[in-house]
């Protein structure tokens, strides 16, 4: 089998994997929800999905770092990467055990192209599917439910010390303009650092939502926002529903509801 990976990279397969490296969360989830979980040979420690994943499978090092001879050890077939979670160098590395494929999501239809793509490596096309179809069928639903709400403009923050937020050529972005968010922060690229100070006396936001990954924002930091932003709505979200794909999306959009639902609750 030959294919491409979403960097243009042509990719040989002999045979079905039997022996998968995720080094990406929500890949690991894709592949577990897929009925790949028997196949899973090594995970990373951020793996949290399903809650079981590290107790039965090696757990190999992060996204950004990696202990490259206990890969080796574990003899895989492949190894699945994503060119934003995981460094070049590790995916180079990487090629030296075996074969690689490195994913690189923006959007919904990259997120279903990669599913699609796992079917077909993996043997799972009819399973891949049926994802692809339940998330599809999630996007129809929550874009009607949002037809008539307004546009409002969101602040997506993402660490602290320094602040920095989500802004363009991000998945994170992405699912915002789903949701009517317009990320104010658009004119900037991927994760920018900012100036609370000067942000908050130029910038007009509706909305500022604190994601709990990678930095484990919590109702406490809160008021540390507000000091800055005191005519805005501040609210924790759920980091992997803004940032997580694959099958992670069959679940996000009811969560999308949900917060919105609250949002109009705490503006009621």
């Known amino acids: 089998m030959k294919l491409q990976d979403q960097l243009n990279r042509t990719i040989s397969l002999k045979k079905v994997p039997k022996r998968i490296v995720s080094l990406v969360p929500s890949q690991t989830e894709l592949l577990c929800d897929l009925g790949l979980q028997g196949s899973l040979v090594g995970v990373t420690k951020f793996c949290a999905h399903p809650g079981h994943i590290r107790k039965e499978v090696a757990v190999v090092g992060g996204t950004k770092q990696i202990h ?3 890969i080796k050890n574990l003899q895989p077939d492949i190894i699945l990467c994503n060119k934003e979670e995981n460094t070049r160098e590790i995916v180079e590395v990487c090629q030296s055990i075996c074969t690689v494929h490195v994913s690189d999501i923006y959007s919904i239809k990259d997120s279903l192209e990669l599913t699609r793509v796992y079917g077909a490596i993996f043997n799972k096309a009819k399973r891949a599917s049926q994802i692809i179809e339940a998330i ?3 996007v129809d639903e929550f874009q009607y439910f949002t037809r008539n709400m307004p ?3 969101v602040g997506y923050f993402i660490w602290k010390a320094p602040w920095m937020v989500a802004a363009n050529k991000t998945f994170i972005n992405y699912l915002l303009q789903l949701n009517k968010f317009e990320n104010v922060f658009k004119e900037k ?3 920018p650092e900012i100036d609370m100070k000067v942000e908050g006396q130029n910038l007009k ?3 500022i939502l604190l994601s709990s990954e990678p930095f484990p924002f919590k109702e406490v930091h809160i008021k540390e926002v ?3 932003f005191p005519k805005t709505t501040i609210m924790l979200a759920d980091g992997e529903m803004f940032s997580w794909y694959g099958s992670r999306l069959v679940k996000a959009f009811h969560y999308f509801k ?3 639902s609250n949002l109009q ?3 009621s």
């Open 68 to 70: 490259i001879n206990k």
């Open 136 to 138: 599809e069928k999630e």
């Open 151 to 153: 546009v409002l403009k």
């Open 189 to 191: 690229t991927r994760y």
């Open 205 to 207: 936001i509706d909305l």
């Open 226 to 228: 507000q000091e800055h």
């Open 258 to 260: 949900s917060l919105r």
């Open 265 to 267: 609750n705490n503006q």
